[in-house]
């Protein structure tokens, strides 16, 4: 079976990005564990997609696990989209209204 390619979307990449700068400025090097694990989670989902479990249809939730944070997407048959990489606690669905692309 052919590994299904990963796309983020510029919000999210912007959400991951100052959660990233954020952390870094909490402690050094604290950025860069936040950033491994978003790397972490992007793995596990094109590894297994189903595997994270349905939110609101069409979009899928997986959690963080060392950092509260939670990354949602979509799949196609070629395409794992991340639409938002979204804090659990802070402004809750405020990215719904992106449409999978």
């Known amino acids: ?5 990963l796309r983020i979307r510029p ?3 912007a959400e991951i990005l100052s959660a990233t700068e954020w952390y870094e ?3 050094p090097g604290l ?3 936040f950033l491994a694990g ?6 596990q989902i094109l590894d297994a997609p189903e ?4 939110w609101q249809p069409p ?3 997986h959690l963080l696990r060392r950092f509260p944070y939670v990354v949602f997407s ?3 048959t070629e395409t794992i989209e991340v639409v938002a990489v979204a804090h659990r606690r802070r402004r809750p669905g405020y990215w719904r209204d992106r449409a999978p692309g």
């Open 31 to 33: 950025g860069v564990e």
């Open 74 to 76: 979509t799949a196609s």
């Open 51 to 54: 595997a994270s479990p349905v």
């Open 25 to 27: 400025s909490k402690r």
């Open 59 to 61: 979009f899928r939730k």
């Open 38 to 43: 978003v790397d972490q989670a992007f793995e």
């Open 11 to 13: 919000e999210a990449e």
């Open 1 to 5: 079976m052919t590994r299904r390619r």
